[in-house]
């Protein structure tokens, strides 16, 4: 059974810079598709970023594109979320996942409930 672990949370201002890990063990990233998900206080868990394939493939939310990357490191069993510019509105706990198939159709991808397993979260707090 896989299990994940992430880290690299924290508290940062606006405009700053966070790179979060998602580390797994039990399995190897490699035959699962990952993705981020957050969740705010009161609102619903969301799709952040997720990347399947092979063919490589990364996909965003409209809200973090063009500020967040969403990368995976094979050898090391890694996936990693580097984030941007953050916004106050970015402020939720974090959390990875992962999904049997290497390359489900995106309506999967963007849907929390098909994923098989998930770590505990990282809170990321964005505030002056």
């Known amino acids: 059974q896989v299990q994940l672990m992430e880290s690299g949370g924290g508290l940062v201002q606006p405009g700053g810079s966070l790179r979060l890990s998602c580390t797994a063990s039990?399995?190897?990233?490699?035959?699962?598709?990952m993705a981020w998900f957050r969740q705010a206080p009161g609102k619903e868990r969301e799709f952040v970023a997720g990347?399947?394939?092979?063919?490589?493939?990364?996909h965003f939310d409209n809200s973090v594109k063009g500020r967040f990357t969403i990368s995976r490191d094979n050898a090391q069993n890694t996936l990693t979320l580097q984030m941007n510019n953050l916004k106050p509105d970015d402020t939720a706990i974090y959390s990875c996942?992962?999904?049997?198939?290497?390359?489900?159709?995106?309506?999967?991808?963007?849907?929390?409930?098909?994923?098989?397993?998930w770590g505990r979260g990282t809170q990321v707090t964005v505030s002056s």
């Open positions: 996942a992962a999904h049997r198939s290497t390359r489900p159709i995106l309506s999967v991808l963007f849907t929390p409930t098909s994923y098989d397993y």
């Open positions: 039990g399995g190897t990233i490699s035959g699962y598709a």
């Open positions: 990347i399947r394939g092979p063919p490589t493939t990364t």
